[in-house]
């Protein structure tokens, strides 16, 4: 009977052991399929091991971007000063007393003979002619020495006087040698400036650029030589060197309408001077000639042409008068550019063209130099020939 109650205890805790194991099976597997996984954790936020200059709690919010510089603005180009005109004048004498004194030099050994015979005077003549002077006015200043020095002596220094004298009025320091650089009604004054091919008109338009702005007038420049690209280009240096606008057209466009556009502007933004470049055109052909007086017809619908001036290279010698002749035909010209009269004796060409044309020489090149451009003098020339 013991026996029989232990097996049946027995059993029944096997029973419950089973029971219990069941159900916790179960419920394990009720767990997996139920509950969703979960949800990964957001990685820890790094913190800056040093802020300098910031509070802590400034840390929540976004950094500042860094500042970026603005580029500088360039800076303005360095314009030239060009000189004034007391020092081109200064500059004038030097330079004609050092190339221009054998001149003076021949005509005051021969002045200064004991006799002054008929050889004395046609060596005279001689030494005139070779300068360019030309024959009526060389034979007009030998009978005035002749005279002269006969009733008032012919001593060294008489001859001296005399000599300086005559060659002054012979360069006639009566004429009005100022550029006509004012306009009238508002206007701005206009200059035409013509020449040959390889006389320095290009430089000398620049050179005179020069001289206005240093006389403190606004100027536009019109680069007029069209067929010449290397023109337009010289021309605009010079304009850029003291801060003056150049008009210019497309390489062989018609240089009438460029220079209409420079008045144009000219008269738009009332600038004092509008200074026209023109093509290098030879004497003897007919069209180019006829091309400059279609450049001056139309500059004049927009303002008067004040100033038409021929640069003229002072070593060319009679070649130079012919030139003169056939521009002062085409565009009636009013003064003389005289370029490269530092480089020969042959100063008698100032006497010559002023004679030829009855217009004065009004500036003077004496160099390369940028301001090597002086207004001409007729005493202080003169004082250069004799030393």
Do not use: H
């Not at 220094?157 to 320091?173: F, G, K, Q, Y």
């Not at 026209?276 to 001056?296: C, P, S, V």
Request: proline share 6%; no cysteine; hydrophobic share 45%.
């Amino acid at each position: 009977m013991d026996l029989l109650a232990d097996w049946l205890y027995l059993i029944i805790g096997i029973a419950v052991v089973a029971v219990l194991a069941i159900t916790g099976l179960v419920v394990s597997s009720k767990r997996r399929r139920g509950t969703p996984p979960a949800a990964p954790s957001a990685p820890p936020r790094e913190v800056p091991t040093q802020v300098p200059d910031q509070e802590v709690s400034d840390l929540d919010t976004a950094p500042a971007e860094p500042a970026v510089e603005a580029p500088a603005a360039p800076s303005a180009p360095t314009l030239d000063k060009p000189e004034g005109t007391q020092s081109r004048l200064v500059r004038l004498r030097q330079r004609l007393a050092g190339s221009q004194g054998a001149l003076g030099k021949g005509l005051l050994a021969l002045l200064s003979r004991d006799k002054l015979d008929e050889d004395t005077w046609e060596d005279l003549e001689d030494v005139l002619l070779t300068a360019d002077i030309g024959v009526a006015p060389t034979q007009e200043l030998t009978e005035k020495l002749r005279t002269r020095l006969r009733v008032e002596g012919s001593s060294a220094a008489d001859a001296r006087t005399v000599l300086r004298e005559e060659l002054v009025n012979l360069v006639d320091p009566t004429m009005d040698r100022r550029l006509s650089v004012s306009g009238d009604d508002g206007k701005p004054g206009v200059v035409l400036v013509v020449g040959v091919n390889g006389a320095g008109k290009t430089t000398s338009v620049g050179k005179i650029a020069r001289i206005l702005v240093a006389e403190e007038k606004q100027v536009v420049l019109g680069a007029a030589d069209t067929f010449r690209a290397a023109a337009v280009e010289q021309l605009q240096t010079w304009g850029d060197r003291v801060g003056v606008p150049v008009i210019r057209g497309t390489e062989g466009s018609d240089p009438a309408s460029v220079a209409f556009e420079a008045v144009k502007q000219g008269v738009d933004e009332n600038r004092d001077v509008v200074l026209i470049d023109t093509a290098g055109r030879l004497q003897n052909k007919a069209g180019l000639m006829d091309e400059l007086g279609k450049i001056k017809r139309v500059i004049e619908k927009q303002a008067p042409v004040t100033e038409v001036l021929l640069v003229l290279d002072a070593t060319t010698g009679q070649n130079g008068m012919m030139q003169a002749r056939v521009f002062s035909e085409a565009v009636n010209v009013t003064g003389i550019v005289l370029t490269k009269l530092d480089g020969s004796a042959k100063g008698g060409i100032v006497v010559a063209v002023q004679r030829e044309l009855g217009v004065p020489v009004k500036l003077v090149g004496l160099g390369e130099g940028p301001d090597d451009l002086a207004p001409f003098d007729a005493e202080a020339f003169v004082d250069a020939l004799l030393g």
